[in-house]
T-cell receptor
Framework: SQKIEQNSEALNIQEGKTATLTCNYT??????LQWYRQDPGRGPVFLLL?????KEKRKERLKVTFDTTLKQSLFHITASQPADSATYLC????????????FGTGTRLQVTL | EAQVTQNPRYLITVTGKKLTVTCSQN?????MSWYRQDPGLGLRQIYY???????DKGDVPEGYKVSRKEKRNFPLILESPSPNQTSLYFC????????????FGSGTRLTVV
């Protein structure tokens, strides 16, 4: 079965720096990969989606890369702010129809002043 | 406001007492899903629906039922709840196709004693 690995240890960075979070997966590549933000006690919020044939996607301070050779996606937040502190989840869509998503356990990001 | 509404937010019940968690979306989305979130296990899909009267099992469907009689509603039914169903539950919806992420509800924290 597919396994998704996100660093379970919290990532602590200083305000203004770039945060980079990693999502690794096993076996075959998904058709799509999505990133979500989750605050404590709240539902995940969709951030970005990247397709198998795309290498990079950007949205404001966010950037996602997708390397099917390494079986890895990187999620970058540039000029990070304390308000970016949250848990970030990657989700893989193997169905190609977005009907079934498999989520990683997430990485907690803490941005300090 | 576009949203997914779950009720109740919190529920404490006893083993074996049937319960229903409601989920409604006002975005005319075709896809809807139920997830449970447990510490260390992340979000796991229980059931999903791609349209009215079209539902299918996710990764952890045992002990749950769903129905999709109307496009906007997707209730989760626990016929005979057990303590191992104590969890945080999320409903989510998405426009069909391959370009959209999911909109999640605020969650239902269920405790079965």
């Amino acid at each position: 079965s597919q396994k998704i690995e996100q660093n379970s240890e919290a990532l602590n960075i200083q305000e203004g720096k770039t945060a980079t979070l990693t999502c690794n997966y096993t076996n075959y590549s998904p058709a799509y990969l999505q990133w979500y933000r989750q605050d404590p006690g709240r539902g995940p919020v969709f951030l970005l989606l990247i397709r198998e044939n795309e290498k990079e996607k950007r949205k404001e301070r966010l950037k996602v890369t997708f390397d099917t050779t390494l079986k890895q996606s990187l999620f970058h937040i540039t000029a990070s702010q304390p308000a970016d502190s949250a848990t970030y989840l990657c989700a893989l869509d193997y169905s190609g129809t977005a009907s079934k998503l498999t989520f990683g356990t997430g990485t907690r990001l803490q941005v300090t002043l | 406001e576009a949203q997914v509404t779950q009720n109740p937010r919190y529920l404490i019940t006893v083993t074996g007492k049937k319960l229903t968690v409601t989920c409604s979306q006002n975005m005319n989305h075709e896809y809807m899903s139920w997830y449970r979130q447990d510490p260390g296990l992340g979000l796991r899909q229980i059931y999903y629906s791609m349209n009215v009267e079209v539902t299918d099992k996710g990764d952890v469907p045992e002990g749950y039922k769903v129905s999709r009689k109307e496009k906007r509603n997707f209730p989760l039914i626990l016929e005979s709840p057990s303590p191992n169903q104590t969890s945080l539950y999320f409903c989510a919806s998405s426009l069909s196709g391959q370009n959209y992420g999911y909109t999640f509800g605020s969650g239902t924290r269920l405790t079965v004693v």
